[in-house]
């Protein structure tokens, strides 16, 4: 009988789940509004709404996988201080969707970035290895590190937290407070902000695309749109986006001796734009021992991969729980 989990991707705008089959992957998706400001509790009894939609009473759901921005405790049952809920403080998620859906399986907790790459090794261009780095390019930056299909996790539980690696220490703060994070470059309104800035005098086709040609509401999907019809200045500005992005892989590689890097999220739809000034600045900040193989790799799943890192962390448990084979 096929095993079937819900994975949920938990958001401060949205709440996205689906139904996953263990090896063919979605069956069945659902979304909704997150409603962040009304507290944990409500959010909870939103997360809980949309697993029920999904079946999370019918017996061939065996297990509940979520992933949440936010430091997640290391029995994957608790999110601490998650940037993109106000006033969350320490929720505890696995006993809060428990109590709510009367569920016995298990509900396993996990950072978003780093379910986006364990769903990426199961589901998505990470496929082709068995360990990388994943980057996601979003309203932050999150990373996972993925050794042997395995989520590394460090002491406590948040290692991969690539964006709050710092490139430069008198640079931008990131909203961790990092000076020149990667996130104060690459996060969605650091990188809006400088092309903003940096477009102001250029003769671009990007002011054509937005409401009155107001560059304040420039975004990276803007930019992708007009580099891709050619305009110089948009390419550019992507260009230094890719370029940053080489140099915190640099360090990543030379720290992890993992080379290949897959590059998720929002602004990763700029494919090329971004990844290949990437590519052509990462050897730079490497070093010559470890720079044979280097592979940097665009994951097109979209959200799709945080949904079903989430089941694959549920299926995890489960087979870790499982009884083994010798047992009376």
């Given at each position: 009988?096929?095993?079937?989990?819900?994975?949920?991707?938990?958001?401060?705008?949205?709440?996205?789940?689906?139904?996953?089959?263990?090896?063919?992957?979605?069956?069945?998706?659902?979304?909704?509004?997150?409603?962040?400001?009304?507290?944990?509790?409500?959010?909870?009894?939103?997360?809980?709404?949309?697993?029920?939609?999904?079946?999370?009473?019918?017996?061939?759901?065996?297990?509940?996988?979520?992933?949440?921005?936010?430091?997640?405790?290391?029995?994957?049952?608790?999110?601490?201080?998650?940037?993109?809920?106000?006033?969350?403080?320490?929720?505890?998620?696995?006993?809060?969707?428990?109590?709510?859906?009367?569920?016995?399986?298990?509900?396993?907790?996990?950072?978003?970035?780093?379910?986006?790459?364990?769903?990426?090794?199961?589901?998505?261009?990470?496929?082709?290895?068995?360990?990388?780095?994943?980057?996601?390019?979003?309203?932050?930056?999150?990373?996972?590190?993925?050794?042997?299909?395995?989520?590394?996790?460090?002491?406590?539980g948040g290692a991969g937290e690539i964006g709050h690696m710092t490139i430069d220490y008198e640079g931008p703060l990131?909203?961790?407070?990092?000076?020149?994070?990667?996130?104060?470059?690459?996060?969605?309104?650091?990188?809006?902000?400088?092309?903003?800035?940096?477009?102001?005098?250029?003769?671009?086709?990007?002011?054509?695309?937005?409401?009155?040609?107001?560059?304040?509401?420039?975004?990276?999907?803007?930019?992708?749109?007009?580099?891709?019809?050619?305009?110089?200045?948009?390419?550019?500005?992507?260009?230094?986006?890719?370029?940053?992005?080489?140099?915190?892989?640099?360090?990543?590689?030379?720290?992890?001796?993992?080379?290949?890097?897959?590059?998720?999220?929002?602004?990763?739809?700029?494919?090329?734009l971004i990844l290949q000034p990437a590519r052509d600045t990462v050897a730079d900040y490497v070093t010559p021992a470890?720079?044979?193989?280097?592979?940097?790799?665009?994951?097109?799943?979209?959200?799709?991969?945080?949904?079903?890192?989430?089941?694959?962390?549920?299926?995890?448990?489960?087979?870790?729980?499982?009884?083994?084979?010798?047992?009376?």
């Open positions: 009988m096929p095993r079937i989990a819900i994975g949920v991707d938990l958001g401060g705008t949205s709440i996205k789940a689906a139904r996953v089959h263990e090896t063919d992957g979605l069956v069945e998706e659902h979304s909704i509004p997150t409603e962040a400001a009304e507290g944990p509790a409500h959010v909870l009894d939103r997360m809980a709404h949309v697993a029920r939609k999904l079946g999370a009473d019918e017996p061939d759901v065996l297990g509940i996988g979520v992933g949440s921005p936010g430091g997640v405790s290391w029995d994957r049952t608790t999110v601490t201080r998650s940037p993109n809920f106000p006033n969350w403080g320490t929720v505890n998620v696995q006993q809060g969707l428990a109590e709510r859906l009367g569920f016995e399986g298990p509900i396993v907790v996990g950072n978003d970035a780093n379910l986006a790459g364990l769903g990426s090794a199961f589901h998505g261009a990470g496929q082709a290895y068995d360990s990388f780095i994943m980057v996601t390019l979003g309203t932050g930056v999150g990373g996972a590190i993925i050794y042997q299909n395995e989520i590394f996790r460090g002491s406590t990131a909203r961790s407070g990092v000076a020149g994070a990667i996130e104060g470059y690459l996060g969605h309104e650091f990188i809006s902000r400088h092309a903003q800035l940096r477009l102001l005098n250029e003769d671009t086709i990007v002011t054509d695309l937005l409401p009155d040609g107001d560059l304040t509401q420039v975004t990276p999907k803007t930019l992708s749109e007009a580099a891709r019809k050619g305009d110089a200045p948009a390419i550019a500005v992507l260009a230094w986006a890719g370029h940053k992005l080489g140099c915190v892989l640099g360090s990543a590689i030379n720290l992890l001796d993992i080379r290949a890097v897959v590059v998720g999220g929002g602004a990763s739809a700029a494919g090329d470890l720079q044979d193989g280097i592979t940097i790799v665009q994951e097109t799943l979209g959200n799709e991969a945080g949904i079903l890192g989430a089941a694959r962390l549920a299926f995890q448990c489960l087979d870790s729980y499982a009884p083994s084979s010798g047992a009376s």
